[in-house]
């Protein structure tokens, strides 16, 4: 079976003899969207790359988003039009070119009730058509997000039947994009950039960075070992300054809940609901493709320790649930959250104002001597941008070719429906697009792996074997937690553990 970018046990001890020793153009610290991104661009250029992840890819922020592809409507808020406008042209490449598969689009109903009173409304429209007029200049087609319109109180129940009925006028409609699942995009990513003929090494840290050499150890034998990098890319999220102590990071947490849809009568979109007092910040719950809502997201400083899966407070649980029953017929208690999960923007420090308030544009920060870059900031939806300006400054200083990546597609997304497409499972499409006929095909005759792994979940056996064989998941965590996200739900993810260690155990790659 030919799988381009296939990541696995055996391809990650070739990969780690390439780095031991090795002497690389660029060295990217960090495994998630931002040093992925970083990866694939470098790359793809030409430069002999490699990445190191000190745990999995996707291991810290970038699987705790809101899994959205957000066209700017917040930064327009903060009036922050470039970085809208950025967001807009990025969630066209991904939509149009580079993660079609992955990417779709979302309706989003803000009620017109006593929590959205005339005035609101009215300035809620006007943004969501500012947001449409950037749409429109970025090139993205109707028929790819449709544009904004106010719908009436029977449409806007149509689309999310948990809605209060009392005093609901109707409801301000617009489009987005949602993502299938973040840590996909990641993996996605890495493996466009191996393809390109990047190594890439998980569960190896950095040590420490000096005058472009790096001090690694590799987590799975302890082994430590140095790599030579012409340019050493420091994309460690919220960890960066501990690879470089000068950058100073100011993180804010953000939480979420997952709720069964039936919470809210299985809604055909997300609906959003401001916070009470604030005029532009809001709680919104999006359905996702297998039957779950994301609530969330609050947005606050964090001064404590930075941990890989931090938990969410009783007291943002309250907040978030509080909030969006505010519009909603049943009030939401604890007892309809399956699922709970938090992680920390990495927000450069700039001053004594708000997280909330500081800017979500990437920085890319020097060192003295030019060897190493720290990028920092952004979101998952820019995170091509972000890789191509850092490619940039590299190439500035060392020479090389122009970014090629807003024309190249990520592994899934070619175009094209195989024949065999009408026998491969919905699931597997949606989340593997032209690769889910190989993923389908690891069934070899055994039907039983094109079934959910228990009663209750849509994960289907042949994904954990395709994570194994193809996506780099070297254990139970990686399997999971970051390829079929069971880990969200973990009443599910107990119910997941044998039939994964048993699978990894039997494993030959
Ligand atoms: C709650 C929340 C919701 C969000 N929602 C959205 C959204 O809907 N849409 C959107 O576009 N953006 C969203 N964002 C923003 C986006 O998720 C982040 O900007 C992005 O994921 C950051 O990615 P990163 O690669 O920079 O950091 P990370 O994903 O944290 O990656 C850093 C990696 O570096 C690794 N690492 C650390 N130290 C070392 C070391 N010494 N050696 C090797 N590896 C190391 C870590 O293990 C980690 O995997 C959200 C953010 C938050 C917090």
Redesign the pocket.
């Known amino acids: 079976m030919n799988v381009v970018g296939s990541l696995n046990a055996v391809q990650r001890a070739a990969d780690l003899g390439r780095l031991d020793g090795g002497s690389f153009d660029v060295l990217v ?9 970083v990866a694939l661009d470098a790359a793809s250029r030409g430069l002999r790359t490699a990445l ?19 066209g700017g409507l917040r930064y327009l808020r903060h009036l922050e039009v470039a970085v809208a406008w950025e ?1 807009a042209r990025e969630r066209q490449i991904l939509m149009s070119t580079t993660a079609p598969h992955l990417v779709r689009a979302l309706p989003f109903v803000a009620p017109l009730n006593d929590t959205l009173p005339p005035l609101g409304g009215v300035l809620t429209e006007v943004g969501v058509r500012a947001g449409d007029v950037l749409r429109l200049a970025s090139g993205t087609r109707r028929a790819q997000l449709p544009g904004p319109r106010r719908v009436s109180a029977v449409e806007a129940r149509q689309l999310i039947p948990g809605l209060r009925r009392d005093r609901l006028r109707g409801g301000v409609l617009f489009w987005d994009g949602q ?1 299938e699942d ?1 840590a996909r995009l ?1 993996v996605a990513v890495a493996r466009t950039a191996a393809a390109s003929g990047a190594a890439i090494v998980t569960h ?4 420490s960075v000096s005058d472009g050499s790096v001090q ?1 150890c590799d987590e799975l034998t302890g082994t430590t070992f140095e790599v030579q990098a012409r340019t050493v890319v420091n ?6 300054d ?2 470089d102590p000068r950058v100073r990071l100011r993180p ?5 809940l997952v709720l069964d849809a039936a919470a809210l009568g299985d809604p055909r979109a997300a609906v959003i609901v401001p916070v009470e007092g604030e005029s532009a910040r809001w709680v919104g719950a999006t359905p996702t493709g297998d039957g779950r809502l994301i609530v ?4 606050d400083d964090y001064a404590g320790t930075i941990v ?1 899966e931090p938990a969410v407070t009783a007291a943002e649980e309250t907040f978030l649930l509080g909030t969006l029953s505010r519009a909603l017929l049943r009030p939401l208690s604890s007892a309809d959250v399956i699922g709970r999960y ?5 927000l450069l420090d700039t001053g004594p104002r708000s997280t909330a308030d500081i800017s ?1 544009r990437h920085a890319i920060i020097e060192s003295a001597d030019g060897r190493m870059l720290t ?9 091509r941008r972000m890789a191509q300006d850092t490619v940039d400054r590299i190439v500035d200083r060392h020479g090389g070719g122009r970014s090629r990546t807003s024309s190249l597609p990520l592994v899934g997304a070619a175009r094209g429906v195989p024949a065999t497409v009408s026998t491969v499972p919905a699931r597997l499409l949606r989340r593997f697009g032209s690769e889910a006929p190989l993923v389908a095909a690891l069934a070899d005759g055994d039907p039983a792996l094109l079934e959910p792994l228990f009663s209750g979940t849509a994960v289907l056996g042949v994904e954990l074997l395709f994570g194994v064989h193809h996506e780099g998941a070297m254990d139970v965590d990686d399997l999971l937690d970051r390829r079929v996200r069971l880990g969200l739900v973990p009443a599910e993810r107990r119910r997941a553990d044998a039939c994964a260690a048993q699978l990894l155990a039997s494993s030959v790659t």
């Open positions: 610290i960090g495994g998630g969207i931002t040093g992925t991104g190191i992840e000190r745990r999995d890819l996707a291991n810290g922020t970038s699987r705790w988003s809101s899994k959205l592809i957000h967001s993502l973040d990641v190896c840290t950095a040590l690694a994309a460690a999220g919220v960890w960066a501990t690879v804010s947490k953000g939480s979420h969330g997201v609050t947005d890989d938090a992680g920390f923007r990495p979500r990028v920092v900031g952004g979101k998952l939806t820019t995170y």
